[in-house]
């Protein structure tokens, strides 16, 4: 089995690394295309108003400078041999749950990937943030990794789908188990923008995350980590609300 691994940390990222310890225990054949510095919150962005560079660090390992989505095209057709069986994305340093999977570069990376056809499956590693900075502690990540993984390699998944993964935030031992689940939905109205000035005394504005708010409806991914669950959720590309078709057709008829 080939795999191209990906991320939206950056090719350094120590979550990178666990995603390949995991990817090892199910093939030697790994490639990796990652971006060159952090890409959090991108979402699914292409560059398109400037040259995207490419750079090998060694045989199967390469960078470019450009966003998660930008990696995986470059993954696809510069960098791997041939299309690859399965594309994994991560490990994130947070959570991307809910509705945060609209903004994030780890998720938008495994959409290119199911765009592209390949099977692709977004990791991320839920982390208490206060205080942690850098020192995301992955080890539910690296010791469940490949029981979530299992399963969704043979399991069939119909085409424009991918798979969301968020560990929670507790020692491996803690983790009670892993749940098929739906995506939740954040309160977004009660989000923070938080104002400073930089040293030449000019404003500036940083978004502040820590306040929004969400419930914990039965069955959702947000239910799952707050409960020490492992959550799995299958993602479609159709956006469409289907239910509202009927009603705007209605109001367009002549």
Known sequence: MRILLTNDDGIRASGLTVLEGIARQFSDDIWICAPDEEQSGMGHALTLTKP?????????????????TDAV???????????PDLILSGVNRGANLADDITYSGTVSAAIEGALAGVRSIALSQVYAREGMGEDV??????????????????????????VNVNFP??????VKGIRA????????????????RDPRGFKY???????????LDHGTDLEAIDEGYISVTPLQLDLTHHASLGALADRYEP
């Open 52 to 68: 995207v560079r490419l750079r090998q660090h060694d045989e199967r390992r390469f960078s470019v400078t450009g966003t998660p």
């Open 73 to 83: 095209t470059m993954g696809l057709r510069k960098v791997v041999p041939g299309p």
């Open 137 to 162: 502690p992955f080890g539910a990540a690296i010791e469940w990794g490949a029981k979530v993984l299992a399963p969704l390699l043979t399991t069939p998944l119909p085409k424009r789908t991918l």
């Open 169 to 174: 935030p507790l020692p491996a031992s803690e």
């Open 181 to 196: 689940v739906r995506q939740g939905f954040h309160d977004y109205s009660r989000g923070t923008v938080v104002e400073g």
């Open 205 to 215: 504005y940083w978004f502040g995350l820590d306040s929004i708010e969400h419930t």
